[in-house]
């Protein structure tokens, strides 16, 4: 997954403030979380989702990567028809792409879409997270 610095990180939050990032290393052990609050500030959230406040005490060498959202079944085929990559997770199963490139929904296994992936599948957009 792509690496921002936390200039990129702040660029990105800046066009698209629905973004998340997460640290990839969390100084002294804890993981910070980037995002806009509903108020339109940056906010700083550990991985217990404790919010922080925000005193600019984000190092500018910090390495970030995107936190990835899950989306419905019809909004990845949605995409997917749009020529982006899906993909969907089931339960521990390895997850299955639909490159964007094919003609027909086949994932990257030979098969076609199942029920249990709409039914239970999570699903992901990849182009999101490059």
Request: proline fraction near 4%.
């Amino acid at each position: 997954m792509k690496e921002y610095t936390t200039s990129e990180m702040i660029a990105e939050l800046e066009k698209n403030p629905k973004l998340r990032f997460k640290e990839v290393e969390g100084e002294f052990g804890e993981t910070l979380y980037c995002e806009v609050s509903e108020y339109g500030y940056i906010r700083l959230t550990t991985s217990d989702n404790e919010s922080q406040d925000f005193s600019g005490n984000i190092m500018p060498s910090a390495k970030w990567t995107r936190v990835r959202t899950p989306v419905t079944w019809q909004e990845a085929i949605q995409a997917w028809t749009d020529g982006k990559t899906i993909t969907c997770h089931i339960l521990r199963d390895k997850p299955y792409k639909y490159p964007g490139t094919n003609c027909q929904l086949i994932a990257d296994n030979g098969h076609g879409i199942t029920s249990s992936e709409i039914n239970i599948g999570i699903w992901y957009i990849e182009e999101d997270c490059e």
